[in-house]
T-cell receptor, first 114, second 117 residues
Framework: GENVEQHPSTLSVQEGDSAVIKCTYS??????FPWYKQELGKRPQLIID?????GEKKDQRIAVTLNKTAKHFSLHITETQPEDSAVYFC?????????????FGSGTQLTVLP | NAGVTQTPKFQVLKTGQSMTLQCAQD?????MYWYRQDPGMGLRLIYY???????DKGEVPNGYNVSRLNKREFSLRLESAAPSQTSVYFC????????????????FGDGTRLSIL
């Protein structure tokens, strides 16, 4: 199956600074890479995703980059705000059984300091 | 639309008791999933149903069974609960199986917090 490693496990930044979270994956056939944000006690919510035929995708202050050769992808948050504080999970799709599934990284606790 | 609805939100069980976690979605999605979330371990797939009438094991299926009752509903059953099954359980759905030739993000419910004593 797929293995997804996520770093760092915790990240503290000053408000207004940028934050970068990195993930690596093992299955070269993976073709879909979503990022989820989970606030304390809440459900994971999709914030951005990227497919393997695209190298970068942006949505306002959030961007994701993908390096297929190196099998890693990263989440970039610019101009961080206190409401960005949450746990962020990366994931990669892989085929097993009857359909594609997602394997999640172990999460990054982002704290934005005012 | 409510999206993905899970019941109950909280539950405490004794070791050996059985329980069924319920999940329903109103987005007309074909695929549904059950995950467990433990501290420091992210989300791990227990079982999934790519379409109505099919179910498959995920990464951690031992001790669980599932039923895809219809297109809307996908339940998770613990036949004989063990303390190791204490966790937060999330149900998710997607229009079609995630990945492949089109973007099919998964949408999550609010979770069921399950404690087994």
């Amino acid at each position: 199956g797929e293995n997804v490693e996520q770093h760092p496990s915790t990240l503290s930044v000053q408000e207004g600074d940028s934050a970068v979270i990195k993930c690596t994956y093992s299955d070269s056939a993976s073709n879909y890479f979503p990022w989820y944000k989970q606030e304390l006690g809440k459900r994971p919510q999709l914030i951005i995703d990227i497919r393997s035929n695209v190298g970068e995708k942006k949505d306002q202050r959030i961007a994701v980059t993908l390096n297929k050769t190196a099998k890693h992808f990263s989440l970039h948050i610019t101009e961080t705000q206190p409401e960005d504080s949450a746990v962020y999970f990366c994931a990669a799709s892989f085929f097993s059984g009857s359909a594609r599934q997602l394997t999640f990284g172990s999460g990054t606790q982002l704290t934005v300091l005012p | 639309n409510a999206g993905v609805t899970q019941t109950p939100k909280f539950q405490v069980l004794k070791t050996g008791q059985s329980m069924t976690l319920q999940c329903a979605q109103d987005m007309n999605h074909n695929s549904m999933y059950w995950y467990r979330q433990d501290p420091g371990m992210g989300l791990r797939l227990i079982y999934y149903s790519a379409s109505e009438g099919t179910t498959d094991k995920g990464e951690v299926p031992n001790g669980y069974n599932v039923s895809r009752l219809n297109k809307r509903e996908f339940s998770l059953r613990l036949e004989s609960a063990a303390p190791s099954q204490t966790s937060v359980y999330f149900c998710a759905s997607s229009e079609r199986p995630t990945g492949g030739n089109s973007n099919q993000p998964q949408h999550f419910g609010d979770g069921t917090r399950l404690s087994i004593l």
